[in-house]
């Protein structure tokens, strides 16, 4: 019988798997990935909110369930793993330990000390299968859990820095994981500062029109093309601010991951222009960030507007970007440069100062790193920009491989030099992001951002790039996918049908829903609603709640898993 091992990234915005043949020096055999993430919610924040509205062990429940389907669609005999290596920030870890998670939740000793909470020791550890609850893999296979470095720096950011080699070089870096809670980390002489940003969904596809993540058919980057078309779909534009003329051509992720040359069409009115070799299902976060570089080179967009007769930039395959996508990644966008900032302000260097930069996750991959710099996502004054893949995954594989890695990652952990800044309470932060919504959502001009910052004691952006030199360390994210190669497991979450007394059936709730996780059906004498959770934004969001004319919708009883008040919900597991 072979000797398998899994190595597995809980992302916030969905997780990455794959299977490890032992007995061939931990040779690739397949890999899985979800196109989301199990729990309601769009971010750490909206998982913590679940986990503490609905209890630890429901949350723990749905997420085992994920993890299962996931190791399922690795298509290896279960019984043959002898070794299962995690990776991911403290809470995802937490949740799937089904350990205290309230710590990480309220900020201040006298709350913890209020609620009776005493703080779990989140240290390197390798326990059995069996200590995780309803985990389908041999009872005595080892898990490895790897440490945080504090409670707010997790495995994911220490296997970033490690991965990226920053912890061994002597110039200024920042490293990022471009995703839905975007890590980041700067060292300077020796001192590495910490910073941790819910930038939101949109720099990985979601929360996003026709957005998905970095998957086969996502736009990942896109070009402007000139005096190829253009009619701006009719709009009369005046002078200085007409768009150029010219198309928008795509590039789009293959089956196996590689990017190919998508169609090229006019983007005012999405007539095709060229034909390409792959057809395009959605735009991901790459995709978002080069189209908004090049939408603002072009002038088919000027902040917060974009510039055609439908207010639409198009794209192949009917695939649009409208305005309020272009709000929701200035937002991510924003987060992330406000971070940037605010760790070089607790280093005492300017954003000038930083010689190099690692962009980390799929977003950081796939994305075309100039196009990125441009719109701030990087500093512009780098010498050096390396795009290095998904870390978090490459850290677990690594800990599959050798349990000896485990052990340098809590080496490493204990002996870092770190600050870490809590952007929640940098006033620095609060500043520079307010500064950044106004400039990406109310058409606030760089001078009088310049003006703002100058008033904060802050030093103006550097406007023009530096002529940097990119590294791609790996054609895609995960470099690797094995010999079975890649399953996409979309059906991640629960779907739950529930019958609310006096329902009318009218239908706001499923229109309002920004994430199209609710249909409705007409029974005998009354309607039924179902939810997908994957798809929910979480309590956060709560607008088919608050739509429900006749106020009969309660979106937690969706989320428990018996509810006696309502002996009709029904329990369908995908």
Known sequence: MARLGIALDLGTSGFRGQALNLDQNGTIISTAVTTRHPLPGANVMDHLHFAIELGLDRAHEVMIQAVNKVIDNLRINNEEVVRLAVCGNPIQLSLFQKIEIRDLAYAGKRKLEALGVVAPKRDAQIIKASDIPGLNLPADAEILIPPAVRHEIGADALAMMIQTGMLE????????????????????????????????????????????????????????????????????VPGEDRPLKGGMKTFVLSKDMTVKPGDTVDPATGSLIEKGEEKAVGITGTGVVALISQGIESKLIRLPRIITSDAKVHLSNGVTFIEKDLEEAGKAIGAIRAGHIALCHEAKINLEDIETAYMCGASGTYVNALKAQKIGLLPKGVKNIYQVGNSSLAMAVDMVKNVDELWRMKKIANDLRQHHCMFADSKIFEKVYILELSYWTEGMSLEDYHKFLKKFGLPPLKETAADSKVVKTVKQDIPELGTMGLEIVSNIG?????????????????????????????????????????????????????????????????????????????????
Do not use: W
């Open 494 to 574: 629960e779907q739950k049908t529930m019958v609310f007394k006096d329902c009318i059936g009218c239908e706001t709730c499923v229109e309002d829903c920004p994430e199209n996780a609710l249909t409705i059906n007409e029974e005998l004498k009354s309607f039924s609603i179902t939810m997908d959770l994957a798809r929910c934004n979480g309590l956060a969001c709560g607008r088919c709640e608050k739509s429900c004319q006749e106020k009969v919708f309660v979106q937690k009883k969706f989320y428990r898993d018996k509810d006696r008040k309502h002996s009709e919900i029904k329990i369908i597991k995908r």
């Open 169 to 236: 070089k002597d110039d200024i870096a920042i490293a990022t994981d471009y995703g839905t809670n975007a890590e980041m980390a700067l060292i300077v002489n020796g001192i590495v500062y910490t910073g941790s940003t819910a930038a939101g969904p949109a720099l990985e596809g979601q929360h996003i029109e026709d957005g998905l993540l970095a998957l086969p058919g996502a736009i990942c980057d896109v070009a402007f093309v000139l005096d190829i078309a253009g009619d701006y779909g009719g709009l009369e």
